[in-house]
């Protein structure tokens, strides 16, 4: 499982025109999934993403998570995270994970984090989505289950 966290002051996602979700300060988080993941790995992806520390405290230090800021989430699932380039010019996709599990673990992971913070918006599901932010930093972070699942 990955996650391309992205600090923002403001995100949207639209689909055909109309935004399916938006936030404030907070994370948009684009979520891919692999073969190999579990709701085990999403519990632990989950639980590091809102450990992660990254917002700033009074002195301008990175210290601050998720809850202390009272921060927000947008989730978008994004099988692109899984793109092998090694060979040739055009990605293949062999490693994310088949639309039906990655679509249930990419809800699994919306309803964790409702049980963690206020406001969780979400893009589409499988929709050609698109995405805007204002990246505050800009700062951006990627987490890797091969990392934190050791």
């Given at each position: 499982?990955?996650?391309?966290?992205?600090r923002v002051s403001e995100a949207s996602v639209?689909?055909?025109g109309k935004i399916?979700?938006?936030i404030g300060k907070g994370f948009l988080v684009f979520?891919?999934?692999?073969?190999s993941d579990t709701e085990e790995t999403a519990d632990k992806m989950v639980r590091k993403l809102m450990g992660l520390r990254i917002f700033e405290d009074e002195n301008g230090k990175t210290n601050l998570d998720m809850k202390s800021v009272d921060g927000s989430l947008l989730i978008i699932s994004q099988?692109?995270?899984y793109a092998d380039?090694?060979?040739g010019?055009?990605?293949?996709?062999?490693?994310?994970?088949?639309?039906?599990?990655?679509?249930?673990?990419y809800r699994y992971i919306i309803e964790k984090c409702r049980q963690e913070i206020r406001i969780v918006e979400e893009g589409i599901f499988g929709a050609n989505m698109k995405v805007s932010l204002l990246n505050d930093g800009p700062f951006t972070v990627i987490l890797d289950s091969d990392e934190i699942c050791r």
């Open positions: 499982m990955r996650f391309l966290i992205q639209s689909v055909d399916a979700g938006q979520v891919g999934v692999s073969g099988f692109t995270l380039c090694r060979k010019n055009r990605p293949s996709f062999v490693n994310a994970g088949d639309p039906q599990k990655a679509e249930s673990l």
